[in-house]
């Protein structure tokens, strides 16, 4: 809606506008006046000529001021039309939101690092406080058990010094007569154990010769050949199974040693059941001319 307002410069204007006008009304009226009066009358010889009329007044028209230059009003700027500005707040309204959205999830991030970061250093604090209170369970445990020991000890020693002499002298003769017996056994056992070995070279001596006189040696043998065979004795002689482990080098000199284990049936085996048992998987070396 347009308002009637008064620009700055023409209120003076105005102003001296009717000063003017008020001047040349006022002038008109005394004009008027001046001549509604008859002139007096003027009596002169009719030789005279007339007086010339007074001359008229002059009046001379104030000047009128110089008008003040009107003030340089900048333009306003256009105002920008619905549409686009209407365009231009949501923009701004979404670069906006936008840059929060951008600060937010900025700052989500510094937080969720920050909250790594502390339950990094907290898993750290507590490992080494767990590691900590493991050291010092350990010691407490080696601590507890040396102490266990040195009491076991002072108990010992403390028994022993109650002990009186006689019981001292009792203990000692029944470890005394404990070692005793233990050093004969070991000794009868030593004994005995010479006694089977001496019993299991001999029959071993017996079951060689015994198939060395079943062997027929083949004309082609070259020196002193030497075979060795596997053998399963049974308890009561009999051979359950011939297997050449090393051969001698002469295939036939091989079969021959097998045929005079085969012949030699049955095995003999010492009357001791313990050294019998020994014979029960043999290894055999035969040789035509026996080694010593």
Do not use: C
């Amino acid at each position: 809606m347009r308002e009637d307002t008064v620009k700055p410069g023409r209120l003076p204007a105005a102003i001296l506008a009717v000063l003017v006008h008020l001047l040349f009304i006022g002038f008109l009226i005394f004009s008027v006046n001046w001549r509604s009066h008859p002139p007096p009358p003027v009596m002169a010889d009719l030789w005279e000529a007339l007086p010339p009329p007074p001359a008229k007044p002059v009046v001379k028209p104030q000047p009128a001021p110089k008008p003040k230059p009107e003030p340089v009003v900048e333009p306003q700027p256009p105002q920008p039309q619905p549409d686009i500005a209407l365009k231009e707040k949501k923009r701004k309204e979404r670069l906006e939101r936008e840059q929060q959205q951008a600060q937010l999830e900025q700052q989500k991030r510094a937080e969720a690092q920050q909250r790594k970061q502390q339950l990094q250093q907290q898993q750290k604090q507590e490992a080494e406080q767990r590691k900590q209170a493991e050291q010092e369970k350990q010691q407490q445990e080696k601590q507890l058990a040396a102490k266990r020991k040195q009491d076991e000890l002072k108990r010992k020693q403390e028994a022993l010094l109650k002990l009186n002499a006689q019981q001292a002298r009792d203990l000692m003769n029944k470890e005394l007569a404990s070692e005793t017996s233990r050093l004969q056994q070991a000794q009868q056992a030593s004994q005995l154990g010479a006694e089977q070995a001496k019993m299991e070279a001999t029959y071993k001596e017996r079951i060689r010769s015994k198939i060395a006189s079943m062997l027929n040696l083949p004309e082609n043998m070259v020196g002193n050949p030497k075979a060795v065979f596997a053998v399963t004795v049974l308890p009561s002689g009999e051979v359950g199974s011939v297997k050449l482990i090393s051969s001698s080098g002469q295939p036939a000199y091989d079969t021959a040693v097998e045929r005079a284990i085969l012949k030699a049936v049955p095995l003999p085996l010492p009357p001791d059941k313990a050294v019998a048992a020994r014979f029960r998987d043999l290894t055999l070396p035969i040789q035509p001319k026996q080694e010593n």
